[in-house]
């Protein structure tokens, strides 16, 4: 049981995301929340799936790792939405809101979440892909969204867990959680494997 591989640890998420918070939370894992101020720039030359690897590493090295204790397990993570080879960011307003709806519309698109997990000793860092399809999506069921749920916070502008993904998401392959901001069955079976290495790289 993963409460038993990590009674000995103490987790430090890096988020300000509440979604991932929340979800920890969920888990009952044993966490705390640490500020992490990184730059999320990228080389324009990588795939989209390389993109969260790249800054999920990126926040994860900005952190001061004078302050990881020998037992402390540093996360990071970083979350795009990609549709063809666009890569979707939060919208800056309405305007920019409805329009990335718009081309959700009627076509699939993936979500990758990059996650990166280290200690004082070693890291490890693994991606997580879903392929997200919206049915049509009209223009009165997008003004709606926008105008009460105000997704500025969204990469893609959507919230799966939200009105949009209950009358607009017709089809989902993979991970339902990687949408709302993080892979926990993936991380959780990552961690354990994480730990056992740290417990023999004791021993």
Not at 88 to 93: S, T, V
Not at 147 to 158: E, L, S
Not at 166 to 177: F, M, Q
């Amino acid at each position: 049981m993963i409460f038993d591989k990590i009674k000995n640890y103490r987790l430090l998420l890096a988020s300000k995301s509440q979604r991932r918070i929340d979800l920890f939370k969920q888990t009952g894992l044993d966490f705390t929340v640490v500020d992490i101020n990184a730059d999320e720039s990228f080389p324009q030359d990588l795939h989209a799936s390389e993109v969260p690897l790249h800054i999920c590493q990126k926040k994860s090295h900005a952190y001061d790792t004078s302050k990881l204790n020998d037992n402390d397990i540093l996360v990071t993570a970083d979350t795009v939405v990609v549709l063809g080879d666009s890569i979707l960011n939060k919208p800056h307003d309405e305007t920019e809101a409805k329009k990335m709806l718009s081309i959700l519309s009627d076509k699939s698109h993936k979500v990758y979440t990059g996650v990166c997990v280290r200690n004082n000793k070693f890291q490890s860092v693994f991606v997580e892909e879903t392929t997200v399809t919206f049915g049509n999506l009209s223009e009165g069921d997008i003004d709606y969204y926008v105008k009460n749920y105000k997704p500025f916070d969204k990469a893609g502008a959507y919230g799966i867990q939200e009105w949009i993904g209950l009358i607009g998401v017709e089809r989902i392959e993979g991970c339902y959680y990687n949408i709302v901001g993080f892979p926990m069955h993936t991380f959780c079976k990552h961690l354990i494997k994480f730990i056992e290495k740290d417990i023999k790289n004791e021993q």
